[in-house]
C-alpha cells in the first residue's frame, strides 16, 4: 500500500483582482455565490430559466436511477432555437455572431441573422437527405463557418453530430464513423496548415472504404484545393449544391431535455479514445451558466476560444456557450506561431479580443519564442484570459500573466473533461488567484479529494479528484457502452461520486491543485507523487521549456522518475545542468523527489489537442505496445 505524498510544490503567490474588474463584474462576492451553489437543485433551476422553452420540466433532477441521471425532466427545448433564432427579434440580430479569420488573414463575418439564415438552409438540406431526429452526422471539417452551421443545422432538427477532429487520419476517423454509425459525412477540400493545405477529402475517401453506414458525403469548398465537379461520385455532392434553392425556413424540433444532443470522443490521453454522450437541456444550462460565471460575458465582448471544435472545449466554449449568450465568438484556422509568432497577437489587436481562452501547451511554446512578440502588438482590449486542458504550470502562468495580461488582468485555470461538459473548478474574475491552481469547484458543483475508500483525505494529501453531485452538463452515458460508463466512472470509489481519473489535493485555503493523472501517478519508494508537480518544478528551472517524467521500475526502489525535458533554444543537457536540475527539483519539492536518468528531447509525445502522452513514453521505455496511437500528434 503506498502512502500519500506530502511532497509539495510550494506556491504561495497570490494574485487579487484589480478592482475595476470587481466593480464591473456580474458577480461581485465569490463566496456568497458559493454559498447560494450549495443549493444545487435550487440554483441550476435559477440559470435555467434564462432559455425559452417551449415546456418547462416538472422536475429539476431525477436521481432514481443512478448513475443514469436526468436533468429537468420532461422540459421540452431547442439548443438552436435559443442559441440562433432567440437573438434575431432583439438588437443582437445584426451583430456579429461568427468572426472567422485565417493564417492567410482572410475573414468571414456572419451576424445572427445572416447564421439564423444559413442555419435553416442547412437544416432544411439534411432533412432532404433523409436525416431524422436522433440520426447521427459525422463532421470532418476544418475550423470554417460551415463546421458551426452544420452543427446548429443538426440541433435544429435533432440529429446528434459527432465532429471528428481534422488533425485525425484515416484510422482515427474510420473508428469514430463507423462507432457512431453516421448517415452522412461532412467534409472538406482541405485545411490550412501552416501555409501547406491538407487535403481532408483524400482521407475521408480511404476512410470511407470501410464506413458502410455513411449513404451521403457533403463536400465544403474551403481552399480551394481543385477538385473538380465531375470526379465527385454518386453519394457526394457539393455544399453549395446541396443548400441550393434552400430558402425555405427549417422549424425547430422540439427535443426533451434528455434527448441526445451529440457524440464526441475524448482526446485518448490514458487510452482509447471514450465516445461521451451528451444531451440537451442540462448541457445548454451547464455551459451558457459557466462560461457567464467564469468570464463573465458583457455585452460588447469579443470572445476568442483558440480550442479546436473538433474537442470538447471548442463545442462548449467556443460555438455553444457564446451563442447561447449571444456573444460574439472568433473562429481561427491556424497555429500560434504562424506566420510567426506574433500571429496570436496581432489577432488580438486586429480585433480587439476582450476574453482570451487558451491552452497551456500553446503558452509553453509560444513562452519559448521570449517576450519579444506580445510586445509587438496593443493587447490592451484584454479583459480575462483562460487556460484549459493541462496542468497549467505556474511558471507558464506567471508568462502569460506577465507578457499577455500586463499584470493586471486574471487568468480564469479552468479545469473540466469532455466527460463534464463544462467547466467544473474555476474561480470567478474576482477570486483572488495561485498561479497554478484552478482555485476551488464552481457554484453549484460540489467536489472532493478522496482515497480509494472515498473518505476525504486531510489537506495537503493527494488523493483521488471526485464530483460528489451530478451536475447539469453531465454526460448520460458512453455511446454504446453502458456498462463502461458505470465501470469507468462510478464503480471505482465507494460512495456513488464520480471518479474524473485525475490525482489532486487541496490546500489549507481550499484550493485545489491538480497533481495529474491517476493513470500517470509515480511511486517513488512508497510514496505516490502527481507528474505535474515535477514536471512544474523542472519547467521553473530557468532553462527547462518543458518536462514530462513517468516512473520506471527501478529493482531497489520499485520506481525511479526518468524525465524528458525540452530546454531553452541552445542548450545542451550536459552533466552540470543534469546536477543543478537535480538540486533545482529536490529543493522545490523536498527530498523524495528522487531523480534517476534525465533526457533532452526536442518534442514530447502529445495528443493532437495537445496533451502530453505519458503512456506513449512508459510504453517505449518498457519495450511495450504503444497502445492506441489515433489521437497521437506525430
Ligand atoms: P482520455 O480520457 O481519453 O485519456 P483526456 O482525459 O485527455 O483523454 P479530455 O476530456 O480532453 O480527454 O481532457 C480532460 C483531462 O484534461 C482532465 O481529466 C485533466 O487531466 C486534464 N485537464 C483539463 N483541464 C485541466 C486543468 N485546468 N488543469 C489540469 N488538468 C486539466
Ligand atoms: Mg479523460
Redesign the pocket.
Known sequence: MSKDTSVLLDEKRLFKPDYHLVEEAHIKNWEAELEKGKDIEKYWEEKAHQFEWFKKWDKVLDESKKPFYQWFVNGKINLCYNAVDRWINTDKRNQVAILYTNERGEEIKLTYYELYREVNKMASALKNLGIKKGDTVSMYLPMCPELLISMLGCTRIGALHSVVYSGLSVGGLVERINDSKAKVLLTADGTYRRGKIIDLKKIADEALLQCPTIETVVLVRHTGNPIKISELSGREILYTTLLEGENELCPVEEMDAEDPLFIL??????????G?LHTTGGYMVGVATTLQNVFDIHNGDLWWCTGDIG???GHSYLIYGPLLLGTTTLVYEGAPDYPDPGAWWKIVEKYGVTKLYTA?TAIRHLMRYGNKYPQLYDLSSLKILG??????NPEAWMWFYKNVGKEKIPIM???????TGMHM??PLPVSPLKPGS?TRALPGIEMDVVDEKGQRVPPGKGGYLVIKKPWPAMLRTLYKEEERYEDTYWKQIPGGVYM???MARIDEDGYIW?Q??S?DVLKIAGHRIGT?EVESAFVSHPLVVEAAVIGKSDPIKGQVIKSFLILKEGHKLNTALIEDLQKHVRYEMGPVAVLGEMVQVNKLPK?R?G?IMRRILRAQEEGKDLGDTS?LED
Do not use: M, N
Not at 470522443?265 to 471514450?274: A, F, I, L, R
Not at 487556460?387 to 497549467?392: K, Q
Open positions: 470522443y475524448t482526446s485518448g490521453s490514458t487510452g482509447k479514445p471514450k461521451v474537442w470538447i472545449t497551456p487556460s484549459v486542458g493541462e496542468p497549467i485555470d479552468t479545469w473540466w473533461q469532455t466527460e473548478i474555476a484552478p474524473a481519473g485525475d491538480i495529474g493523472r493513470d505535474s495528443t489537442s496533451k489521437t
